[in-house]
């Protein structure tokens, strides 16, 4: 299922004007508060009325202004996710859960069984939204949201309103959706590290444009985009998890090189994405020895971009994947770093948070 969306609109002191292909999977709108990225699933939710555009979902056109066609947002069956459950609070989770099954009319909806299974449920179900904590709460707006039956869901910056600890809590349940749920998903996310580990496309935005659409490997090392800012900075590499040693450490192996990171839950052979920050990264233009540092992967730059400031950007192919470097000019300078050169990128094993390890995309 494929949702295309073509927009142009204007804001008091901002215009928004793109179009791109949102294919299965979770589609994340990346960019900083203010690109468009809530103007965009509100058109698409039939929230806001574009000045002109075209947006279809498999197939079914939603909005033709040439045509004058809009569908109303009833219509749609599209579920939305917001940072706050918007639970029913009067109701339990069993009847809220039952209260999406309803909005589906006779015969449709997911099995509750599944549902509740997939996104740990059950101990929940005769407890009132009082009672839960925020990740609790949103992974029940998202069952809720799933037994409605939609062709689409949208989620708009779902874990914004949660601490980190529930950030941790409900980010497996996201990805398990994105793998099990079949249903496709727009995701609106400024957070580097949740688009590393979700997104199956990333839509890079700013200013209401469009900067890149493409795989996440590949938009997050472009330092042409850096929808974050360069303090956000930082590649996604694959790899699987070779073993758990008795130290604390998982070993894995991605593209032949082995990473060292703090224990990580998944079992020897599971696919795992690690976003490695640019900011973590060291370049040597030999072999490093003598270091306390257990990654070290051998590649070769690619670029080398600086602007204003003192920093430079160093993007490298390494067997891995590829690496973001954030380093000084000086340091660029003096390694006479320059594209085709061999460099090792050394990281800390420590360096890699917990939040920066999500489980791969499913058969990847």
């Known amino acids: ?110 099995e509750t069984d599944r549902v509740v299974e997939m996104l740990g449920l059950g101990p929940l179900l005769d407890r009132r939204p009082g009672r839960l904590s925020g990740g609790e709460k949103q992974r029940v707006a998202i069952g809720r949201a799933l037994l409605a039956a939609p062709r689409l869901l949208l989620a708009d910056e779902p874990l914004a309103a949660l601490d980190e600890a529930r950030k941790a809590e409900i980010l497996p349940y996201f990805e398990r959706l994105r793998d099990e749920a079949q249903v496709p998903i727009l995701y609106v996310s400024h957070a580097p590290a949740e688009v590393a580990r979700l997104a199956t496309t990333v839509v890079a935005l ?55 990171l703090p224990r990580v839950g998944q079992a020897p052979g599971a696919g795992l994405r690690v976003r490695i920050a640019a900011q973590e990264v060291i370049l040597s233009r030999e072999v490093p020895r003598g270091l306390s540092a257990l990654n070290i992967l051998p590649g070769e730059v690619e670029a080398v971009t600086t602007g204003r400031g003192p920093g430079a950007l160093v993007s490298l192919k390494t067997p891995a994947g590829p690496i973001l470097a954030r380093v000084t000019r000086r340091s660029a300078q003096a390694l006479d770093l320059a594209p085709g050169v061999a460099v090792h990128a050394i990281v800390k094993s420590v360096a890699i948070a917990p939040e920066d390890v999500g489980g791969a995309l499913s058969g990847g």
Request: hydrophobic letters at 45%.
């Open 1 to 110: 299922m494929t949702l295309s969306v073509s927009l142009t609109h204007g804001f008091e002191g901002f215009d928004l004007d793109l179009a791109f292909e949102a294919p299965p999977g979770v589609t994340v709108l990346f960019g900083r508060s203010g690109s468009g990225k809530t103007s965009i699933v509100n058109a698409v939710a039939g929230l806001l009325r574009p000045r002109s555009g075209r947006i279809v979902l498999d197939g079914e056109v939603l909005l033709d202004t040439g045509s004058g066609i809009a569908l109303p947002p009833h219509r749609r069956r599209i579920g939305a996710i917001f940072q706050d459950g918007r639970l029913f609070p009067h109701l339990t989770v069993r009847q809220n859960l039952a209260y999406g099954r309803w909005f589906a009319g006779a015969g449709a909806g997911a």
């Open 206 to 260: 700013k200013d209401g444009r469009l900067l890149r659409q493409g795989p996440a490997a590949e938009v997050l090392a472009d330092p042409a985009v850096l929808p974050a800012g360069v303090r956000g900075a930082g590649a996604v590499l694959e790899a699987r998890v070779v073993a758990h040693h008795e130290d604390g450490l998982s070993e894995l192996e991605a593209g032949g090189v082995p990473l060292f």
